[in-house]
């Protein structure tokens, strides 16, 4: 099982650039979500999902769009890149019910420097 | 809102020593709480889980936590350090319904030869 992918693994932008971050996992997972990691800050949720079609928003959610068409996959979109946006991004997902309820399983994530 | 601290964001010990990482949530008893483990450059993985009624859970690489309602502490450790257990350490509790969860700061271990 590949788990959770994202893709890509690195990427640099310049300001006001536009990028889509894909996050897919393997698991049948019915909850997915984005975090951005920033040094001394933790894991901060961006967006989340809680099932095909429907999406809701993390504590920091501004600058960033999301969509979920499909069960298996999460994109994180950033319409117009700025400097604060440099950060590592990491997807996660797990199941809704059952013994692994509420354990997040992550991907590798996503370094992206925004110039 | 459920929240956790995580104190001391560095933590050294010699090889051989004894881990303790200290987490402490900040209300009720919460359903569940977790240990994360994040080595360099790398997504977070699972190292063990609490839920009700347990006290000691034990985790994957001989890592072990304690739930002490008292004390509202999650702690962890591990008797022996060893030189591949260098790595970031989340623990984090469960949100809103339990569909998200709330990461504490994180804990960056060092350990000296």
């Known amino acids: 099982n590949a788990g959770v992918t994202q893709t890509p693994k690195f990427r640099v932008l310049k300001t006001g650039q536009s990028m889509t971050l894909l996050c897919a996992q393997d698991?049948?997972?019915?909850?997915m979500y984005w975090y951005r990691q920033d040094p001394g800050m933790g894991l901060r949720l961006i967006h989340y999902?809680?099932?095909?079609?429907?999406?809701a928003k993390g504590e920091v959610p501004d600058g960033y769009n999301v969509s979920r068409l499909k069960k298996q996959n999460f994109l994180l979109g950033l319409e117009s890149a700025a400097p604060s946006q440099t950060s590592v991004y990491f997807c996660?997902?797990?199941?809704?019910?059952?013994?692994?309820?509420?354990?997040?399983?992550f991907g590798a994530g996503t370094r992206l420097s925004v110039l | 809102a459920q929240s956790v601290t995580q104190l001391g964001s560095h933590v050294s010990v010699s090889e051989g020593a004894l881990v303790l990482l200290r987490c402490n949530y900040s209300?009720?008893?919460?359903?569940?709480l977790f240990w994360y483990v994040q080595y360099p450059n790398q997504g977070l993985q699972l190292l063990l889980k609490?839920?009700?009624?347990?006290?000691l859970v034990k985790g994957i690489n001989g890592f072990e936590a304690e739930f002490k309602k008292s004390e509202t502490s999650f702690h962890l450790t591990k008797p022996s350090a060893h030189m591949s257990d260098a790595a970031e350490y989340f623990c984090?509790?469960?949100?809103?319904?339990?569909?998200?969860?709330?990461f504490g700061t994180g804990t960056r271990l060092t350990i000296i030869p």
């Open positions: 609490y839920t009700t009624g347990a006290t």
């Open positions: 999902s809680v099932g095909e079609g429907t999406t």
């Open positions: 996660a997902s797990s199941h809704r019910t059952g013994e692994t309820k509420n354990i997040q399983y």
């Open positions: 209300s009720s008893v919460p359903p569940y």
């Open positions: 698991m049948n997972h019915e909850y």
């Open positions: 984090a509790v469960p949100n809103f319904g339990n569909e998200k969860l709330t």
